[in-house]
């Protein structure tokens, strides 16, 4: 009996650590009907939310974001933009002058839980439920909510009105459930930096004056209805077929993370076929001062999409919109919001940088509050690549030289001494510059540099593994670590420990030459405390008087192997192990001296060395 006890308490602890291990995600369904009224900027909503508890947790609470309330006067927004040293231009000090009709809000007016009313607290900018009954593990549960809403004056990514008078850009503005996931619940206040939510269904009713022209996430179910033919691509669509003054566009977006939309009376609407499963669309201002840049990018958008299915995998969903409206660029599931008054370089290049967020954000929905980085960095790093293949520059580093001075912004940082690690939560970083620069340039630095450590075609084994195994499953930093471990068969948590969890940098130097015999020493030492891989290559005049180049490759013992040969920089040699507790290495280079014109660590110039000055050793002239 006392064996059968213990047997099966033992079954028991080793079943709760299985299921413990495996991933589980929360999901959701939201129904929504939305009365809006456009001469108020005012709206009116009835939410229906389906709430699938899929962890094996009971849950007491629940949270919702509303994230209109952070534009308000003294709210935790506008105080963090009015006291850190280097505020967002586009907000500053603008929330602290918005009049009472230029805020905005969400107001929940009553909140049910599978039909029992529920008493709930707003703090600002999250609703704080205390539920009646708990939601049980593996349960399904309803939320019935009435609420009501204002669009604040456009000042960062939602609003009324903005620089280019596209009249609304609808992002963040409907009471959004928080997500509970294996580290609990996620109810950050939205102080202007990054989200992180639940997948789910999505079905949007908004009644708006019959005038207005709409477009965003999912897709339109009654076109019809609104007088939406495809036959009218490119022109002026007559939207009023009905007699009333409002009209309902009635639209679902499947297995999403959140729902934008955006509307003007002034747009047009163009639609391009990318193959016969997906389509591109185009929503934008009748402005002859940027309508034909607008049709110019769409052919650039055909090629990059291909080029991004192609390299990075491919995308699930039917339909893409890009529409004209926010205050920059933002990225939304299956759209994107963007101010449309640029030249094309600019225009694609915003268009591209916003398209690839919905594979490392919008499909992955990685939580980039906690690793912004994994979002803006690889979206950075993969939107380099699409831009030189539409803009082709010859340089022999793309990503370091034209696409946003990722390197350049990265050493920034060190020579700043305002580096945080990238594992800082992104609300938490003290800077704006900080935060920018570590999300954007580091994040994207760390890619590309991997592609040093691990090799280019292994990199591109690598972002095509890591999107079809994590896309709509919410990854962290170690999922992806381990998918470039296993493809490049080395050890590489040393590099996510050091670059992720660190502020240590890089710095190597070729210390000195010296003769030995017929042959050459080679010296030598890291200088920081952040070890890496070197490459050396060493360029020498052969016996005929020609410039040849050798490259020899030291691994970091760590790795426990070697990259493959990427035939660059002359015929490899690879050489012993460089141990990570040894500040100084030597090896010795079947070249003599006296022929030797230079010796250069990292020729590819994908190590991300602060000081490269000293990568560069040239004898000294005769």
Avoid at 200 to 207: K, L, R, Y
Avoid at 209 to 225: A, F, R, S, V
Avoid at 521 to 526: A, Q
Wanted: hydrophobic share 35%; with cysteine.
């Amino acid at each position: 009996m006392f064996k059968s006890f213990v047997l099966l308490s033992l079954l028991g602890i080793i079943n709760q650590a299985i299921a413990q291990q495996q991933r589980w995600q929360q999901a959701v369904k939201y129904t929504m009907d939305i009365d809006f009224e456009a001469k108020t900027n005012q709206f009116k909503g009835k939410q229906t939310l389906i709430y699938y508890n899929n962890s094996n947790e009971t849950l007491t609470n629940v949270f919702y974001h509303l994230y209109f309330n952070a534009f308000q006067p003294n709210s935790m927004m506008d105080m963090r933009s009015r006291t850190v040293n280097d505020p967002d231009m586009r907000v500053a000090d603008r929330i602290s002058k918005l009049k009472p009709n230029e805020i905005g809000y969400q107001i929940v007016r009553s909140l049910t839980h599978n039909g029992q009313p529920l008493s709930f607290h707003t703090n600002e900018t999250i609703l704080e439920v205390k539920l009646k009954q708990p939601i049980r593990p593996n349960s399904v549960d309803t939320f019935v909510m009435e609420f009501e809403a204002q669009v604040p004056l456009q000042i960062r990514r939602s609003g009324r009105d903005n620089s280019e008078g596209v009249r609304l850009s609808m992002t963040q503005w409907y009471p959004k459930m928080c997500n509970f996931d294996e580290q609990g619940w996620h109810a950050n206040p939205y102080v202007g930096r990054e989200f992180y939510g639940i997948w789910g269904d999505f079905n949007v009713n908004i009644s708006i004056d019959k005038n207005y022209i709409l477009g965003g996430t999912g897709y339109l179910q009654n076109k019809n209805e609104i007088g939406f033919g495809y036959e009218d691509v490119g022109t002026k669509i007559d939207y009023n077929r009905s007699n009333s003054d409002k009209i309902t566009w009635r639209f679902y977006a499947p297995n999403v993370h959140d729902f934008a939309w955006a509307a003007d009376p002034d747009y047009l609407h163009d639609i391009v076929d990318l193959n016969d499963t997906i389509q591109l669309h185009f929503i934008y201002q009748d402005n002859a001062e940027y309508k034909e840049t607008w049709k110019k990018a769409q052919d650039y958008m055909l090629r990059g999409f291909k080029l991004i299915q192609t390299r990075f995998g491919t995308y699930p969903f039917r339909q893409y919109t890009f529409i004209q409206g926010g205050d920059g660029g933002m990225e939304y599931p299956m759209a994107t919001l963007i101010t449309g008054k640029r030249n094309i370089g600019s225009l694609v290049g915003v268009m591209v940088h916003e398209l690839m967020h919905n594979w490392y954000q919008m499909l992955m929905g990685t939580n980039e509050a906690l690793y912004a980085w994994m979002d803006e960095g690889f979206t950075s790093y993969a939107s380099g690549i699409i831009m030189d293949n539409l803009f082709p520059t010859n340089k022999i580093n793309p990503i370091t030289n034209i696409h946003d001075g990722s390197y350049k912004g990265y050493f920034a940082l060190i020579e700043q001494k305002i580096e945080e690690p990238l594992s800082t939560h992104a609300d938490h970083f003290i800077s704006n510059t900080a935060y920018g620069q570590a999300a954007y340039s580091k994040g994207c630095v760390f890619l590309h540099q991997l592609e040093y450590i691990i090799g280019e075609k292994t990199l591109e084994k690598v972002m095509l593994e890591y999107y079809n195994v994590w896309k709509f499953r919410q990854p962290n930093p170690n999922d992806f670590i381990r998918i470039a471990e296993k493809a490049a068969n080395l050890e590489l948590d040393w590099y996510k420990e050091y670059f992720v969890y660190s502020t240590h940098y890089i710095d190597y130097v070729v210390r000195e030459i010296s003769e030995d015999g017929n042959q050459t020493k080679i010296n030598l030492e890291n200088l920081a405390r952040f070890p890496m891989p070197i490459e050396v290559q060493i360029n020498y005049e052969n016996q005929n008087g020609q410039i040849e180049s050798a490259l020899f490759y030291i691994p970091l013992d760590i790795m426990r192997g070697e990259k493959q040969d990427e035939n660059l920089h002359g015929v490899r040699t690879v050489l012993p192990d460089w141990r990570w507790t040894h500040p100084k290495y030597e090896f010795i280079a079947n070249v003599p001296t006296k022929n030797i014109k230079s010796v250069i660590i990292d020729p590819s110039l994908r190590l991300a060395d602060y000081k490269r000055g000293n990568n560069t050793y040239m004898p000294p002239k005769k």
